[in-house]
C-alpha cells in the first residue's frame, strides 16, 4: 500500500504542528531511537512518588507527544469554530481541519473507499455500539447467530449481548487455549447458514495474543458472513492495511496511539454503511427534515449526529501522522524486544504465573501476570510506591479471567517510548513485593 506522507493530510495552517519536528527515528528497518522519541512526551519526564515515573500502562490509554498537544491547543486558539455550519472564515478552517484529519486517518488505515467510509465516533466502544445497534438492529433475527471469542474485551461482548437479546439472535463462542490463542480450528464447526457476524478483536488487551484477521476473515467470506474487528489495540501498535485485513468493520480509538482520549472511528464498507440505519438522531446527519420523517445525509455524515468532537479529530490526526512518521512496524518491533526480556526477566520468579503465548513474537507489548505470593491490586500499589505505573484487575476481559481461573491480573504494557530499564524497574519492584508479601509456594 502507498502512503503518500502528505496526500490527504489537514491543510497547513498557522497552527498545524510542525511536522518536520518529530522525532522520526531512520529507517524502515532500523531500531527506534527511544531516548529521542522520549523527549516529545512531556509527561514521561515526572517524578511519581520520588521516582521517575516508569508509565507502563499503555495498553489502558497512552501518553501524548508535543505534537499532539500543539495540534490540540493550536486548534483551539485559532480556528475554534463549529463546523458544516457556518460560511465565516473560522467556520472554514475548523471544517477543513476536521474533514482533512478524517482523510489523513482513512488513507492511513487504507480505507479501500477513502473518506465516506471513515465515520468519528468517542472510541472503539461507540463504534461496536453503532454496529451493534445499526446494522444488528436491521440485520438480525430470531435463531441469527453472531460468532464472539473468550478473548474479547467487553465493549466488543455487551453491545452484541444487548442487540441479541432485541433481535432474538444467538451468540456463540470460539474458545481459548492455555497459552492465551484462539481455537481458530473450532470457528469452522461454528459457522453455519445462520451466521451472520464474527467479531473479534485485532490484539488481545488482556494476554496480548495477535490474532490471524485475514485468515478468519477469509473463513468468514466462504460462509457469507461479516467480519467486525476491535482494533482498540491493533491500529496502536501493529501497522494497518483495511485491504489487507479482508474485514468489513474495524473499531479503533485514537487515545490508545498518542491521541487524545474522546475521539475515536469506525471504518466500514461503504455498501455496508450505506444499507444501514442512522445510529442517532440530531444536528449533522439530515437532508431534510419533515413533521413525521427525515431523510439523511451523504456517508460520512450520516452517522455524525450533534457537534462532533472537532479537535479531538484534529489530535487524532496529529497522532497518526506522528505514529506514522516513526513506522507502525518499527513499534511493533520494539515492544516485542521488550516483551521478550520482560517475559525472560519475569521467569525468574519461581511463582509467577504469565499469561499468553510464550513467543515474544505473538504478542504486542502487553505482559499480564499473576505471583502466587500477592494479589494483582497489591502488586499494582507497591510498584506504584516505586514510579512504575502498571494495571491491576480483569481489564474488562472477565471471560479471559474466567478461563484461566483468576479474578484479576496484573499487566505491564510498553508502548514505543518505553525501555529496557524499565522493564529492569518492574523487575525490581516485584522483588520489593516478595520482600513484603514472602516468596509465594512456587519458589
Ligand atoms: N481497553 C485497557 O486497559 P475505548 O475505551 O472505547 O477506547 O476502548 C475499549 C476497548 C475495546 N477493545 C479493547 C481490546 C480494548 O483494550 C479496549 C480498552 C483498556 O485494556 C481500557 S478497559
Redesign the pocket.
Known amino acids: 500500500m502507498t502512503r503518500p506522507e502528505q496526500a490527504g493530510a489537514p491543510p497547513r495552517t498557522e497552527s498545524s504542528p510542525d511536522r518536520d519536528a518529530r522525532s522520526p527515528a531512520g529507517p524502515p528497518d532500523a531500531p527506534l531511537d527511544v531516548q529521542a522519541l522520549r523527549r516529545d512526551f512531556p509527561a514521561l519526564h515526572q517524578d511519581v512518588n520520588g521516582h521517575p515515573l516508569a508509565y507502563l500502562d499503555n ?2 490509554t497512552t501518553q501524548k507527544p508535543r505534537a499532539v498537544l500543539d495540534a490540540l491547543m493550536g486548534f483551539y486558539e485559532a480556528d475554534n469554530a463549529n463546523v458544516h455550519r457556518g460560511i465565516h472564515e473560522l467556520s472554514r478552517r475548523a471544517t477543513e481541519a476536521y474533514e482533512g484529519a478524517r482523510d489523513r486517518v482513512a488513507e492511513w488505515i487504507g480505507a479501500p473507499g477513502g473518506r465516506e467510509e471513515l465515520i468519528w465516533t468517542r ?4 463504534s461496536i455500539n453503532l454496529v451493534a445497534a445499526s446494522w444488528g438492529g436491521a440485520n438480525l433475527s430470531e435463531g441469527d447467530e453472531i460468532v464472539l471469542t473468550e478473548m474479547e ?1 467487553h ?2 461482548l455487551v453491545p452484541w449481548q444487548l442487540v441479541a437479546q432485541r433481535t432474538g439472535a444467538r451468540l456463540r463462542y470460539v474458545e481459548l487455549d492455555d497459552d492465551g490463542r484462539l481455537r481458530l480450528e473450532q470457528l469452522p464447526e461454528l459457522l453455519n447458514a445462520r451466521t451472520r457476524l464474527v467479531a473479534m ?1 485485532h ?3 488482556a494476554l496480548g495474543t495477535i490474532n490471524p484477521v485475514r485468515e478468519v476473515a477469509d473463513l468468514v467470506r466462504e460462509h457469507g458472513a461479516l467480519l467486525l474487528v ?1 482494533g ?2 491493533g491500529a496502536a501498535h501493529h501497522p494497518v492495511d483495511i485491504g489487507a485485513l479482508g474485514c468489513d468493520f474495524y473499531a479503533f ?1 485514537g ?2 496511539l498518542m491521541g487524545p482520549t474522546g475521539i ?1 472511528a469506525l471504518w466500514a464498507r461503504k455498501e455496508l454503511l450505506e444499507a444501514m440505519p442512522p445510529y442517532q438522531g440530531g444536528g449533522e446527519m439530515i437532508r431534510v427534515v419533515e413533521r413525521d420523517a427525515s431523510t439523511w445525509a451523504a456517508l460520512p455524515h450520516k452517522f455524525e449526529a450533534g457537534t462532533p468532537n472537532i479537535a479531538g479529530a484534529v489530535g487524532m490526526a496529529a497522532a497518526v501522522e506522528y505514529l506514522d512518521g516513526v513506522g507502525p512496524a518499527r513499534v511493533l518491533r520494539h515492544e516485542q524486544s521488550l516483551v521478550g526480556y520482560a517475559l525472560e526477566r519475569l521467569a525468574e520468579f519461581a511463582d509467577i504465573r504469565i499469561f499468553g503465548p510464550s513467543d515474544p513474537g505473538e504478542r504486542s507489548g502487553v505482559v499480564s501476570f499473576a505471583l502466587d505470593s500477592a494479589h494483582p491490586h497489591d502488586i499494582a500499589t507497591i510498584l506504584d510506591t516505586e514510579g512504575v505505573a502498571i ?1 491491576a484487575g480483569h ?2 476481559a472477565q471471560l479471559v479471567m474466567r478461563r484461566y481461573g483468576v479474578s484479576a491480573t496484573s499487566r505491564a504494557s510498553f508502548y514505543l517510548y518505553n525501555t529496557r530499564e524499565e522493564v529492569d524497574r518492574l523487575v525490581d519492584g516485584l522483588g520489593t513485593v516478595r520482600t513484603i508479601f514472602g516468596p509465594g509456594e512456587g519458589s
Open positions: 495498553a489502558a472510541g472503539t466502544t461507540e474485551h465493549s466488543n478483536t490484539v488481545s488487551n476491535d482498540a489495540q480509538s487515545h490508545k475515536g494495571r481489564h474488562c
